[in-house]
């Protein structure tokens, strides 16, 4: 007898135990769901290529399968460009992208020789129609910041017409190169230069250069020169078309500079020689102007 009911009460035991873990894995399960990013559905096909308008550069491309294939435009940070790789492909397929302004999309892929559209908006979604516009990532490089507060400040700034420093520039040839301001928030410097183009030929920017030097070594070469890479940049554009401005802006880390060290922004014209270079000195850096004023 009681040996038939030590076997009916680890029976009992194990049932209760089972019931609690599916309980669990159900719950588990539930709160799961309520946190998925639901996808958007599109088609592509082989012999035409789909375009997707992102509201921000994108930073990260996954493709799920090999029946599809993408690339951003050369010159078009937040164009992506889409299509199959195989004709006919019957499987479902996904991709993900996430944006500059860490923001996540994710895409359900389904092949069609008639595709229902060829080109897409994405800052048309809707934040309440979309969760995947909901959610945000973080990038190593802002060290915990957001990525959207980010990415709204640096196209606030570029499109703002308040210049709140007159002594740094430099003008030869039509072409001015100004430090319109410098602007810090949550130890980060946003950096707003401005190029105007006051002839009739079109200013092609080649490169910028972000450098530290030593007074000593102004007049010579230095090979000790310190160049500093911005985290981000937010561009308009590089091509300076003539008779017209443009404002970009540079986000660093912030920092300061010994007395026997300057900071030299430079701009190299491609296929030219209208280069442009404008000095900042310390005392410039830490009249930093914060911008929890504006935001």
């Known amino acids: 007898m009681r040996i038939t009911f030590n076997i009916k009460l680890l029976a009992i035991v194990l049932t209760s135990f089972l019931s609690t873990v599916t309980a669990q894995d159900t719950i588990g399960f539930r709160a799961l769901y309520k946190a998925r990013i639901d996808p958007q559905k599109m088609q592509v096909t082989y012999d035409k290529t789909t375009h997707l308008l992102f509201p921000s550069p994108i930073k990260y491309v996954d493709l799920g399968s090999d029946y599809i294939t993408a690339g951003k435009t050369n010159d078009l940070e937040n164009v992506l460009r889409i299509k199959a790789a195989v004709k006919d492909f019957e499987p479902e397929t996904n991709f993900s992208v996430v944006t500059q302004d860490g923001k996540f999309y994710s895409f359900d892929v389904l092949y069609s ?4 559209a060829l080109s897409y908006d994405l800052s048309k979604l809707r934040t309440d129609t979309y969760k995947g516009n909901i959610s945000e990532i973080l990038f190593e490089e802002l060290k915990g910041d957001s990525s959207s507060v980010t990415d709204h400040i640096m196209k606030t700034l570029s499109e ?50 972000f450098k530290i030097t030593d007074k000593k070594n102004l007049k010579r070469t230095a090979v000790q020169d310190k160049i500093l890479y911005p985290l981000r940049a937010y561009s308009s554009t590089l091509n300076v078309k003539n008779r017209s401005t443009v404002e970009n802006v540079y986000l660093f880390n912030q920092f300061t500079l010994p007395n026997d060290q300057v900071l030299f922004i430079e701009i190299f014209e491609k296929n030219g020689g209208r280069h442009r270079r404008v000095k900042i000195k310390n005392k410039d850096l830490i009249k930093a102007e914060l911008i929890e004023k504006h935001f």
Do not use: A, M, T
């Open 113 to 116: 020789p008639y595709p229902e």
């Open 160 to 209: 703002s017409s308040k210049r709140s420093i007159r002594h740094i520039h430099s003008k030869s040839d039509g072409i001015e190169f100004i430090v319109k301001s410098l602007n810090l928030y949550n130890g980060k410097f946003y950096f707003v230069l401005q190029i105007k183009n006051s002839r009739n030929i079109n200013y092609q920017v080649d490169y910028i250069n």
